[in-house]
């Protein structure tokens, strides 16, 4: 590790992210997918500090939860620890989604001239609010530092979603070409689904409106592949189908339903999950994200929250998606991430989402090429430069 050598200047192209993992793989999932990004794309170096290396694991299986420090993919990884008093901060700090910064750290950082740009990158969010308190400074109450809120969104007075300069391309030549589709279903032990089969992925919490859905697929009017990777969902997939230990590499039928348990997944290839799908049912936010950029329609599982905020953010993201809808689309829409998120009635909500996915693939296509141009990572480094320029203009003025 570099140590803090001198009080005045800072390595170009460094970068600090600090995630501290709260909730499953939502957090480090961002962070990781952004320090991935950072690295490869802009020729950054970074340090990405996270407090649970196993959950970090699970994203990357590369990573050994047991070491301190490893670099992978380009990124050195290393244990959150205490002391920071004696370590070099980069020249671009990302706080992930306010994690409180170690005291040392932010004194070190202090210490440096030019001081380093300070960023808390947010959470997404597609309320309104979010527009006006993009950008807006906060200053530290005993430090002469500035903390910056970057706020991902969906318009272009937000800071904008992650997006890889090639996912796009590589999403649109996966689903064009039947080899590659073939190769993916062979690696997770299913052969080619038979045209007319509906293939769903379904990534979500727990849910008490899970075994309506299901029947809903079993009874339908088309046969259902529903795909489950490894997750906190998978119990109740069990219960319903009489299993009291499923696990990865189960196969389910009943009816016209057919399930598969697959295991937990890396980001790449969980990627391609999505792609290969025709319905993906997502939860938290960096799935949210990536069935987005899949073109495909989705249904989200949004994280609950104590004082119910979590509602007023999803009819905000609602109002967004469906507002270039049919009406009968659009009210399909609303009624099955009502019923999904309130845990009841989603298997009656299903059959009118279903009568409509013809409309919401065009719109799901239309709506990622819509995004595509507002880039989280290149804002962020555009904004972080701006700082910059700024900082040093008045050093020299003074």
């Known amino acids: 590790m570099e140590l803090m050598s001198s009080k005045r200047g800072l390595a170009a192209q460094r970068c600090d992210i600090f995630c501290n993992v709260v909730d499953n793989f939502g957090d480090i999932g961002v962070s990781w997918r952004l320090a991935r990004q950072l690295a490869a794309e802009y020729g950054y170096c970074v340090r990405l500090w996270v407090d649970d290396l196993p959950s970090l694991s699970r994203l990357c299986n590369a990573v050994d939860a047991s070491l301190a420090e490893q670099c992978q993919r380009g990124v050195e990884i290393c244990r959150w620890r205490g002391d920071f008093s004696k370590m070099r901060p980069a020249g671009l700090v990302i706080e992930a989604f306010g994690c409180a910064l170690p005291e040392s750290y932010i004194d070190a950082m202090a210490e440096l001239v030019p001081q380093p740009v300070w960023i808390n990158l947010e959470y997404l969010s597609a309320e309104a609010w979010i527009q006006g308190c993009h950008g807006l400074p906060s200053p530290h109450p005993r430090l002469p530092l500035t903390k910056y809120y970057f706020f991902p969104g969906f318009t272009e007075q937000t800071g904008g979603l992650l997006l890889e300069r090639d996912l796009l391309q590589r999403r649109d030549v996966f689903q064009r070409d039947a080899a590659l589709q073939q190769a993916f279903w062979q690696s997770v032990g299913i052969a080619m689904p038979a045209e007319g089969r509906l293939k769903i992925s379904l990534f979500g919490y727990e849910n008490a409106a899970l075994f309506g859905l299901l029947q809903a697929w079993a009874e339908g009017a088309h046969p259902v592949l529903c795909l489950v990777p490894e997750g906190r969902i998978l119990p109740q997939i069990g219960q319903y189908f009489g299993d009291d230990a499923p696990c990865v590499g189960k196969t389910y039928i009943r009816g016209d339903l057919q399930v598969r348990v697959l295991p937990f997944v890396e980001q790449e290839r969980y990627d391609e999950l999505l792609w290969a799908c025709d319905v993906n049912f997502v939860r938290g936010e960096d799935s949210f994200v990536r069935a987005q950029w899949a073109g495909k329609p989705l ?56 009568a409509a996915c013809a409309e919401l693939q065009s719109h799901a296509q239309r709506w990622s090429r819509q995004l595509a141009d507002n880039n989280l990572a290149l804002n962020l480094l555009d904004f972080s430069r701006k700082i910059g320029r700024m900082r040093a203009f008045e050093i020299e003025g003074q």
Not at 311 to 325: P, R
Not at 326 to 334: K, L, N, P
Request: aromatic content about 16%; hydrophobic content about 50%.
């Open 299 to 354: 249904v989200w599982q949004i994280y609950p929250q104590h004082d119910a905020v979590h509602w007023e953010k999803l009819q905000a993201f609602g109002s967004l998606y469906n507002s270039q809808l049919s009406a009968h689309a659009a009210e399909s829409v609303q009624a099955l991430w009502r019923a999904w998120n309130m845990e009841h009635g989603a298997g009656q909500a299903w059959p009118a989402f279903a």
